[in-house]
């Protein structure tokens, strides 16, 4: 299973972007890069999703590097809302393994 | 759309007494269901896969006769943890794709916290 790696944890200001990069080098060509976060005692919850483009959502945006091998989500104006954590997951042979995930906090 | 109803949210019950835990898509078919356990400050791991009408795939070291999983209708899988003990105090979270796709996102349950006393 290909794996993902993500620092441990981040800050932000609120109002602030924030780019939560995630490298995944063992990726294959069929891999979608997936996007979860996590409130505490709560199920996670989708952001977003992709495979080769960049790609745009209410929530976020995804920038995957030409080579597949690394990608970066994108919160444009971070709140105290989006404090979480973030995991970033391959999908493929219909599996959805977690990694360890990026504990996001944001400072008001 | 896309919701994904877990149940119960909570339970406590006692050492050698078994809990099921449903899982339920509520507003689409999921051929494929995912279990999770997560203990405190750790990641998800992903503990099977349940596939409607087939028998479940289970991950590496998780044991398949304490873990019994079944995924009889395309809306409802259920997870029953037999003969608990106190190390199998979780957090179990499911998951459901729409029509077990790769490219489909994953949608949670708002997870079940057991505690086994």
């Known amino acids: 299973d290909a794996k993902t790696t993500q620092p441990n944890s981040m800050e932000s200001n609120e109002e602030e972007p924030v780019h939560l990069p995630c490298n995944h080098s063992?990726?294959?060509?069929?891999?979608?890069i997936h996007w979860y976060r996590q409130l505490p005692s709560q199920g996670p919850e989708y952001v977003i999703h992709g495979l080769t483009s960049n790609v745009n959502n209410r929530m976020a945006s995804l920038a995957i590097a030409e080579d597949r091998k690394s990608s970066t989500l994108i919160l444009h104006r971070a709140t105290l809302r989006d404090a979480a954590v973030y995991y970033c997951?391959?999908?493929?042979?219909?599996?959805?393994?977690f990694g360890t995930g990026t504990r996001l906090k944001v400072l008001a | 759309g896309a919701v994904v109803s877990q149940h119960p949210s909570w339970v406590i019950c006692k050492s050698g007494t078994s809990v099921k835990i449903e899982c339920r898509s509520l507003d689409f078919q999921a051929t494929t269901m995912f279990w999770y356990r997560q203990f405190p400050k750790q990641s998800l791991m992903l503990m099977a896969t349940s596939n409607e009408g087939s028998k479940a795939t289970y991950e590496q070291g998780v044991e398949k006769d304490k873990f019994l999983i079944n995924h009889a209708s395309l809306t409802l899988s259920t997870l029953t943890v037999t003969s608990a003990h106190p190390e199998d105090s979780s957090f179990y979270i499911c998951s459901a794709t729409l029509q077990g796709l790769d490219n489909s996102p994953l949608h949670f349950g708002n997870g079940t916290r057991l505690t086994v006393t």
């Open positions: 997951i391959l999908s493929g042979g219909y599996k959805y393994i």
């Open positions: 063992t990726i294959s060509g069929t891999d979608y």
